[in-house]
């Protein structure tokens, strides 16, 4: 868009905004975080004034509407990220909206539509895909470090939180009807997310979800089959119910095999007939920096090298959506 200095305003100044993203707008070249937003003024002002945050205000029109804010991050639950992005891309302003990009694919396609006749970009926070530990894993698949790719496995499971015990006061990850489903769409989707960068788009998809434990109405457990475009194939199995923590990816090849977890900050492993090699990579303090510089980048028209748009993410939403699709059709 040619901006020389990208002036942000975020709407919904909530935990993930504390570290993991907020700093990170003042801490990039040609970027600059001007205003922030939460519905309880005071909360907004508390966050301001921590931040060094300039403006502060308790409604999301003021805030889009404000002419010294150019782009805007939405950071708010799902349930309200179509709501916002149409307003600031209606309001002729980039959009970057958290993930899961929305609470279904058919939200998704309309922010895509609103956004595209607006001529204005939508990212989508899936900012696995600027880090330099998952660039490397692309590298080496592409490099032929593990041959011709033949499938891919994903195991993902946990302990139940405590805060999902009380019934009457469930956090908003595991309410249907603010985030879309439970755990899974707000922990799987980065994992799917990164298999559609380092496999290319899924074609077919097949799966069961269901909630076992009983402790909130979404689904707590989900496995699924699904066939890459590209011929791979691709198995998953989340489960938020069990006994212990484990997060493990296998890329597996005609040559070697890639294994590499999506959280934690574990070395990713290359195993091969001449034995193995391992990659650590520090995690960035403000995981979002790195997409976030790719976004500055493309909107100062320096690069456009942003991976995470709004139809990448749509894929995503469009494979998580046929995974659980039995619970919620019964």
Known sequence: MGLEKVRWGIIGCGDVTEV???PAFQK???SELVAVMRRTGALAKDYAERHHVPKWYDDADALINDPEVDA??????PASHKEYAIMVAQAGKPVYVEKPMALNSAECEEMIAVCKEAGVPLYVSFYRRAMQRFLKIKELIESNAIGEVRFVKTTQYQKVAEDFLDKDNLPWRVQPELAGGGLFFD????????LDFLLGPIAEVQGFASNQAGHYPAEDIVTGTYLFESGVHGTGSWCFSAFENVDMNE??????????STFSNDPII???????EEWSFEQPKHVHQPLIETIVAELTGVDANCSCTGETALRTSK????????HYND
């Open 72 to 77: 805007v991050y939405i950071a708010t639950p």
């Open 20 to 22: 993991k993203s907020g």
């Open 28 to 30: 990039i070249e040609n």
């Open 251 to 260: 890329i597996i090849g005609s040559k070697g095999k890639l294994s590499f």
């Open 187 to 194: 922990l799987a989707s980065h994992t799917i997310d990164i």
């Open 319 to 326: 494979v998580m959506e046929e995974l659980v699709k039995n």
């Open 270 to 276: 290359l195993t091969t007939s001449k034995g193995t």
